[in-house]
């Protein structure tokens, strides 16, 4: 789009949180994020939680805190219990 500044398609703030158990440590999972109209790329180190942000995302798993929009629309919104 010539001339238009592409606004945030999507916008999510996450929080997921593992306690520690017998065989593991805990992990928490902090996500602010923005991403325009064009590529976005996740990466880190294996266990970093990008799979687990995928998931997220995808609905198969529920984050502890948080909310996604898309172009403006509540897509989730773990306080309101919009999932």
């Known amino acids: 789009l010539e001339g238009k500044e592409l606004a945030a398609v999507l916008s999510a703030k996450l929080t997921k ?3 520690a158990g017998a065989e593991s440590r805990g992990f928490e999972l902090q996500i602010n994020l ?22 997220l995302f995808a609905g198969f798993q529920r984050p502890d805190s948080g909310r996604v929009l898309l172009d403006d629309q509540l897509l989730l919104d773990m306080g309101t219990g919009v999932f």
Not at 36 to 55: C, E
């Open 17 to 19: 949180r593992f306690h």
């Open 34 to 55: 923005e991403a325009s109209r064009q590529t976005t790329v996740i990466f880190g180190p294996s266990g970093a939680g990008k799979s687990l942000l995928l998931d």
